[in-house]
């Protein structure tokens, strides 16, 4: 863990650069090591095909993400983290934020260590 979840309206595929922006979120993550081991990052994006935004009547875009993470870690170091992953993303979509309407958002889903099933070769490497 942690694992980033990116779900974004497919109307955006053509100009957001979402792989360059989980990049940036991984450097985020990985900037913080003493948190999340670098072998247990993952990211995920997952264009949006069917959705409805507002009343329908623009074209409408959103941006949501999910940082999943164990328990464990404090709030202050939570905070921290979410707000960084935050920032990264407006700036990556401030452009497109300035030419369309676009809603972004960021949550963070903390879970119990039971009940999740690990097996990972990736963490030997680092």
Do not use: W
């Not at 863990?1 to 990985?30: C, G, Q, W």
């Amino acid at each position: 863990m942690p694992h980033f979840i990116l779900e974004y309206t497919d109307n955006l595929s053509e100009e957001a650069n979402i792989r360059e922006l989980l990049r940036k979120i991984h450097e985020v993550l990985i900037s913080r090591s003493d948190l999340f081991p670098i072998g247990g990052i993952r990211s995920r994006a997952i264009p949006l095909k069917e959705y409805y935004v507002a009343d329908g009547t623009e074209d409408d875009a959103f941006v949501h993400g999910t940082l999943k993470i164990g328990a464990g870690r404090s709030e202050e170091d939570k905070r921290a983290v979410c707000e960084e992953i935050f920032r990264v993303m407006k700036e990556h979509f401030a452009p497109l934020f300035e030419k369309r309407y676009l809603a972004l958002s960021l949550e963070l889903y903390e879970f119990s260590e039971a009940g999740t099933y690990k097996h990972n070769n990736i963490h030997q490497r680092y």
